[in-house]
């Protein structure tokens, strides 16, 4: 990288927000639903409020009974002790229902605007942090959240609400008993202090640990053909079991570490019951406290040991959606800083190709040792076509994604026509530039759907003119409904060679000027690969072309030839030019001439 480049290269990970940011989202969208917030909140304070009044209900009997009350008296108390359990109970099962409505809207929202983000970053950015990671992101993160959502939040948010309640209460009683149970908070906060800072980086550690193991059975499940061909299987085995057991680890000291956090709590339980039945024998002993209230204060502290305990124990959960919640809220600021200008799309009439001018390229992947791509320098004319040949590894892939748009590179530049990709977004790269690799897909429903992901005003008319221009509308013609035959899963299978055609057609439908095919045809048998050159050939007439050779014959029928070896651009010129020199090109000409 040169000295004067100033650009940072992106995490390899996706972004995490800060619990003050997650914290901010969650407010702002409660604000949009001001009734719903504000009522989950009535309701839970109601039925915390109405689950502590029997309580000091009940002292007030005590205090009836020494006081030689009449029955009458009583009989009311015990009334609204009753009407205020049931009522407790009503508010109570309001506020779960309302706090898990609110969740489930918020975690909607979150989820679609993740999943939005992630379909809207740069294809470089998915490269480069992995698919584990944001498959874990909009997957797992989502299901443990949605879990949190319905189990853990709504216990540790009216739990808490009834702690605060009942801590109230006690000082209504006494404010002396209050002083006593009050003297558990610093027992309870040292147990906090020594909890949170030591179990966070332990959820995010194992958010992040999964993220790993999904990668690792993702990248295997890929290449599953490839790690079979070079007996592979037990280096992925070993890989995905290192993955894993670094996951259970990071559980085990999880569950250890709340061990011991239990165990602390245990004791400031402990110190608050003791302090509030000495203080209150004390206050009783002397005449300061009636009966009711020092009866009242041991009851009331012990309320709190429910809500603690739940508190406690979905606490584990509520880390675990709260570090989700983290993950999720971070992929939302995700966002190219580098690329802000837009790019208009091609006009109706057809395709414009424009010039491909490549200066001093030079590119690395972050964490390399060595760059991929060093000072490369190419062109191709508008209209023109250009053939990369290289062996494997010589950087014929990098290229031809940076030529696309998808990456910047460290030096150097890449322009189409008068446009420098650095400072393109990609929706306007993707209006410059269409590019087609060997890892086509068929989504599955309607053929017609299907071509219109590429144009999706596309008449069936265009799409059938598509069609016909690679070569594909005698089969298309003998499905079953033509065009609105279901293709894909649960559709009508199609082999490598009419997937290509597909992906072709795609392309013939995309108004963009250049066009880079990276091995697009490699899939296809021996039998489909002279149909599908010739599609090829159909589907950039016109355009600007880049290949990717995997057969000589694609580089043969190019205008130029490029050779690449270890990632520099050692040989240019025309296939008899380069095979009349002798070298590297001639040489690997010769060798798959004998070997066809």
Known sequence: MSATDTRVAPAATLRTAAGGESTRWVAARCREVPWLTAATVFTTVAGAALQVLPVLLLGRVVDGVVAGDGRSVLVTTGIL?????????AATAASTYLIGRLGADLLAQ???????????????????????????????????????????IPTVFSAGVLVAIATVGMFGLDWRLGLAGAGALPAYALALRWYLPRSAPLYRQQRVAQADRAQA?????????????????????????????????????????FGRFVGRENRAEFIGLVLILVVGYVLLETGAATLGDVSAAPLMFHRLFTPLGAIMFTFDEAQKSGASLTRLVGVLGESSQERLVGVAPAASGGPVP????VEGLTFGYPGAEEPVLRDVSLSIPAGGSLALVGATGAGKS??????????????GSVRIGPHDLAGTDEAGARALVSILTQETHVFSG??????????????????????RVVGALPWVGELPDGLNTTVGEGGERLDVTKVAQIALARLVLNQAGVVVLDESTAEAGSEGAAELEKSVQA????????????????????????????????????????????????RLWRAWREGS
């Open 81 to 89: 002790m009753g009407a205020a359990a049931l009522l407790g109970a």
């Open 110 to 152: 979150l989820r679609e605007a993740a999943v939005r983000a992630v379909l809207g970053m740069p294809s470089a950015r998915i490269e480069q942090v992995g698919r584990g990671d944001v498959l874990s992101r909009v997957g797992d993160d989502v299901a443990v959240l949605s879990r949190g959502i319905r189990t853990a």
């Open 217 to 257: 059975l993702i990248s295997g499940l890929n290449g599953i053909d490839t790690v079979r061909a070079y007996r592979l299987e037990g280096a992925f085995r070993e890989q995905v079991t290192d993955k894993s057991w670094r996951v259970r680890e990071l559980g085990v000291q999880v569950f250890r570490i």
């Open 354 to 357: 424009h010039p491909v001018t």
């Open 398 to 411: 990098t290229l031809a994604a940076l030529i696309a748009g998808i990456g910047t590179p460290q030096t």
């Open 446 to 467: 309607p053929l017609a759907d299907d071509l219109r992901l590429s144009a999706p005003l596309a008449t069936d008319t265009e799409l059938t003119d598509a069609l």
């Open 539 to 586: 589907a950039c007439s016109g355009r600007t072309t880049l290949f990717v050779a995997h057969r000589l014959t694609q580089a043969m029928a190019a205008d130029r030839i490029a050779v690449l070896d270890a990632g520099r651009v050692v040989e240019q010129g025309t296939h008899d030019e380069l095979v009349a020199l002798g070298g590297r090109y001639a």
